[in-house]
């Protein structure tokens, strides 16, 4: 009698049926697992046809799963931090369709958005807010009477580096009657197989009934005997670091668990499970990895943080060959290396932004002058302020975006006492994917407000190498913007000439009207100067802004046009203004600019055509404004 083996019965997807985490929440631990494999399979296909960031994402597919699987969310709220790291929770609350336009205009933002999702509890587009964000929300539970709902800060390694988060930790821990757990998602660490078993079992123990109870029931005991009760709270944390590390956290009345393996769901549901019956202020250390589950992700994390298009079964391979426009930020990171060679006492300075800012070269180069704080804005601005008042020349290299959170630091321990600073502020303008929580858009309003401070607007690539060595020449505080991306293709001098502090660029002589251009919209002006037979100016500078040129031209000319990347409200044109009005000039003023509103995001071209701040846009902006 012959026999047939059977095939094996094919595994259905769960993941199409995923339409929102009160499905994830009816599967078995079996069906989890296959749900995380899927999941992570759905993120790194989808990322490779849209581009986003994948490393942490692919590290965060078990946490996810467990969150919603353990958590009543949408009613139990979840912050991430930063939010780059939630597409997994996207896909699992009902947009995994919508994933096809992450990031693209008019799809779904690549960051938690509350307008977007009642599960995106709260925008985490910068770092480190989220504890002090779910602890608002805890203590409004509280007040409000929902004692059961539960609040979760899930914050990496990375944003727990700035202040915020333990200024947060500091509150939360003296903060009665909540409900907050602060799970701290670890990838800058590996666990060993011995130690994530031990550490499994210890979670356990820790968050276990009988543990909790043992210990509630004991601190119940010895709370009127204060020496007893030091004495075992000594014991107590000296036992706990015997087995496990950062009692710290303890210190700051949260409770540590810890630290356990990420990417193990038999290890991570329980532990959530049994500290969402414990309540009060909780501490969970996870260990995740970068890039789990792909091989080219787990070897290069930084390539893979935020790619472009990609097909998955090769990488990421290198470009077409041949000459390419220089970036703007490729521009600064060669010349702060060539500056840095000319001048011994340079330094620089990133908050966390090595890549992100063009310093590779300079940290290779020259190691010992290169200072990654971490992502500590704040700290970032004294840091170098300290290091001017010894005489060395710090270069603060630094997105727009992020420079508004030191904002405290530029104006009190900087500008104030008048220190010789260097700011290189990349990702100036709109910026594109990243959307609203990364533009560009308010430096100029913010800086140029502030006394002692220069601020420039280089055109071009050419421009933006010499602007930079004029404000680092210049003695005291002095910021150059420009935006992501390349240029028009100008030749970069291999010199650092310098160029004249508040002096612009005449570019084209015309008739009636002026367009002061600033920045590298300098171009998409030069359309309307045809049509409109205006003059046509590189301003080159906001603070000081070319005063001989302007009296110059508001002698000739009755019509004035400012066209920047920034906000219009308060901004480089708001200068012009101010300084007519000043002089006693009366022109008809027309600002061109960003409007009074966040821009979200998509690419910047198309989001320049919307805004009609592309050449053909500006053009008829132009003609319509003199024919009124």
Same mark, same amino acid.
């Given at each position: 009698?012959?026999?047939?083996?059977?095939?094996?019965?094919?595994?259905?997807?769960l993941l199409p049926n995923i339409?929102?985490?009160?499905?994830?929440?009816?599967?078995?631990?079996?069906?989890?697992?296959?749900?995380?494999?899927?999941?992570?399979?759905?993120?790194?296909?989808?990322?490779?046809?849209?581009?986003?960031?994948?490393?942490?994402?692919?590290?965060?597919?078990?946490?996810?799963?467990?969150?919603?699987?353990?958590?009543?969310?949408? %009613?139990? +709220?979840?912050?991430?931090? *930063?939010?780059?790291?939630?597409?997994?929770?996207?896909?699992?609350?009902?947009?995994?369709?919508?994933?096809?336009?992450?990031?693209?205009?008019?799809?779904?933002?690549?960051?938690?958005?509350?307008?977007?999702?009642?599960?995106?509890?709260?925008?985490?587009?910068?770092?480190?807010?989220?504890?002090?964000?779910?602890?608002?929300?805890?203590?409004?539970?509280?007040?409000?009477?929902?004692?059961?709902?539960?609040?979760?800060?899930?914050?990496?390694?990375?944003?727990?580096?700035?202040?915020?988060?333990?200024?947060?930790?500091?509150?939360?821990?003296?903060?009665?009657?909540?409900?907050?757990?602060?799970?701290?998602?670890?990838?800058?660490?590996?666990?060993?197989?011995?130690?994530?078993?031990?550490?499994?079992?210890?979670?356990?123990?820790?968050?276990? +009934?009988?543990?909790?109870?043992?210990?509630?029931?004991?601190?119940?005991?010895?709370?009127?005997?204060p020496t007893m009760f030091e004495?075992?709270?000594r014991i107590e944390e000296h036992? +706990?670091?015997?087995?496990?590390?950062?009692?710290?956290?303890?210190?700051?009345?949260?409770?540590?668990?810890?630290?356990?393996?990420?990417?193990?769901?038999?290890?991570?549901?329980?532990?959530?499970?049994?500290?969402?019956?414990?309540?009060?202020?909780?501490?969970?250390?996870?260990?995740?990895?970068?890039?789990?589950?792909?091989?080219?992700?787990?070897?290069?994390?930084?390539?893979?943080?935020?790619?472009?298009?990609?097909?998955?079964?090769?990488?990421?391979?290198?470009?077409?060959?041949?000459?390419?426009?220089?970036?703007?930020?490729?521009?600064?990171?060669?010349?702060?290396?060539?500056?840095?060679?000319?001048?011994?006492?340079?330094?620089? *300075?990133?908050?966390?932004?090595?890549?992100?800012?063009?310093?590779?070269?300079?940290?290779?180069?020259?190691?010992?002058?290169?200072?990654?704080?971490?992502?500590?804005?704040?700290?970032?601005?004294?840091?170098?302020?300290?290091?001017?008042?010894?005489?060395?020349?710090?270069?603060?290299?630094?997105?727009?975006?992020?420079?508004?959170?030191?904002?405290?630091?530029?104006?009190?321990?900087?500008?104030?006492? +008048?220190?010789?600073?260097?700011?290189?502020?990349?990702?100036?303008?709109?910026?594109?994917?990243?959307?609203?929580?990364?533009?560009?858009?308010?430096?100029?309003?913010?800086?140029?407000?502030?006394?002692?401070?220069?601020?420039?607007?280089?055109?071009?690539?050419?421009?933006?190498?010499?602007?930079?060595?004029?404000?680092?020449?210049?003695?005291?505080?002095?910021?150059?913007?420009?935006?992501?991306?390349?240029?028009?293709?100008?030749? *970069?001098?291999?010199?650092?000439?310098?160029?004249?502090?508040?002096?612009?660029?005449?570019?084209?002589?015309?008739?009636? %009207?002026?367009?002061?251009?600033?920045?590298?919209?300098?171009?998409?002006?030069?359309?309307?100067?045809?049509?409109?037979?205006?003059?046509? *100016?590189?301003?080159?500078?906001?603070?000081?802004?070319?005063?001989?040129?302007?009296?110059?031209?508001?002698?000739?000319?009755?019509?004035?046009?400012?066209?920047?990347?920034?906000?219009?409200?308060?901004?480089?044109?708001?200068?012009?203004?101010?300084?007519?009005?000043?002089?006693?000039?009366?022109?008809?003023?027309?600002?061109?600019?960003?409007?009074?509103?966040?821009?979200?995001?998509?690419?910047?071209?198309?989001?320049?055509?919307?805004?009609?701040?592309?050449?053909?846009?500006?053009?008829?902006?132009?003609?319509?404004?003199?024919?009124?």
């Amino acid at each position: 009698m012959t026999q047939h083996s059977e095939s094996p019965t094919p595994v259905e997807p769960l993941l199409p049926n995923i339409n929102s985490p009160a499905d994830v929440r009816t599967l078995s631990r079996e069906q989890l697992e296959q749900l995380s494999e899927e999941l992570r399979e759905f993120i790194l296909h989808s990322v490779a046809q849209t581009g986003g960031h994948l490393s942490s994402n692919l590290g965060t597919v078990e946490l996810t799963v467990a969150l919603h699987h353990v958590f009543d969310t949408p %009613v139990d +709220k979840i912050v991430w931090d *930063v939010g780059h790291q939630s597409y997994g929770h996207k896909i699992l609350t009902g947009r995994r369709e919508a994933m096809s336009g992450l990031r693209q205009l008019d799809g779904i933002s690549g960051f938690p958005k509350r307008s977007e999702s009642e599960y995106d509890t709260f925008g985490t587009g910068h770092s480190s807010t989220s504890i002090s964000a779910a602890l608002g929300m805890a203590v409004a539970a509280r007040e409000l009477g929902l004692k059961e709902r539960q609040h979760i800060a899930v914050i990496g390694d990375g944003a727990l580096t700035g202040g915020m988060a333990f200024e947060a930790m500091n509150n939360a821990g003296v903060t009665e009657g909540i409900n907050l757990l602060v799970i701290l998602n670890d990838n800058d660490m590996s666990i060993s197989p011995p130690v994530g078993a031990l550490n499994r079992h210890l979670a356990k123990i820790l968050t276990g +009934k009988f543990v909790t109870g043992a210990r509630a029931k004991l601190k119940q005991v010895l709370q009127n005997r204060p020496t007893m009760f030091e004495l075992a709270q000594r014991i107590e944390e000296h036992t +706990k670091g015997m087995f496990v590390p950062a009692t710290m956290f303890e210190s700051f009345g949260l409770n540590y668990i810890g630290p356990i393996d990420g990417h193990d769901l038999e290890s991570l549901i329980p532990t959530l499970s049994n500290i969402k019956d414990l309540g009060g202020v909780q501490f969970l250390h996870i260990v995740t990895k970068k890039g789990q589950g792909y091989a080219y992700a787990e070897e290069d994390p930084i390539s893979y943080h935020g790619p472009s298009k990609f097909n998955p079964s090769e990488g990421i391979v290198g470009g077409v060959s041949g000459a390419k426009k220089q970036t703007f930020t490729e521009v600064f990171g060669r010349w702060i290396c060539d500056m840095a060679a000319a001048d011994d006492k340079l330094v620089g *300075v990133t908050p966390a932004m090595r890549e992100g800012s063009g310093l590779v070269a300079f940290e290779q180069k020259f190691p010992t002058r290169y200072f990654d704080v971490g992502i500590a804005e704040q700290h970032a601005a004294t840091f170098a302020a300290g290091m001017a008042c010894d005489g060395m020349k710090p270069v603060l290299a630094i997105y727009s975006t992020f420079l508004q959170r030191a904002y405290d630091q530029v104006i009190h321990d900087i500008a104030l006492q +008048k220190l010789d600073v260097t700011f290189a502020i990349d990702r100036a303008g709109l910026v594109g994917a990243d959307g609203a929580t990364h533009a560009g858009a308010y430096d100029i309003a913010y800086l140029r407000c502030v006394p002692n401070i220069l601020i420039a607007t280089p055109s071009d690539e050419a421009e933006c190498r010499a602007l930079l060595t004029s404000a680092y020449q210049y003695q005291g505080c002095a910021a150059v913007r420009y935006p992501r991306g390349a240029g028009v293709g100008a030749p *970069v001098p291999e010199t650092l000439d310098a160029l004249p502090i508040g002096q612009a660029n005449l570019i084209k002589h015309g008739e009636k %009207v002026a367009i002061l251009a600033f920045g590298t919209m300098l171009h998409s002006a030069q359309l309307a100067a045809e049509q409109s037979h205006a003059t046509l *100016v590189d301003m080159r500078w906001v603070k000081p802004l070319d005063e001989t040129l302007l009296h110059e031209l508001l002698k000739t000319h009755t019509h004035i046009v400012t066209v920047e990347d920034s906000c219009i409200a308060g901004g480089a044109g708001s200068a012009v203004a101010e300084w007519c009005a000043a002089q006693g000039y009366q022109p008809k003023i027309l600002h061109v600019g960003l409007p009074d509103r966040f821009i979200d995001h998509g690419d910047v071209a198309l989001l320049h055509a919307r805004l009609s701040l592309d050449a053909q846009g500006i053009a008829d902006t132009v003609t319509n404004w003199m024919d009124r």
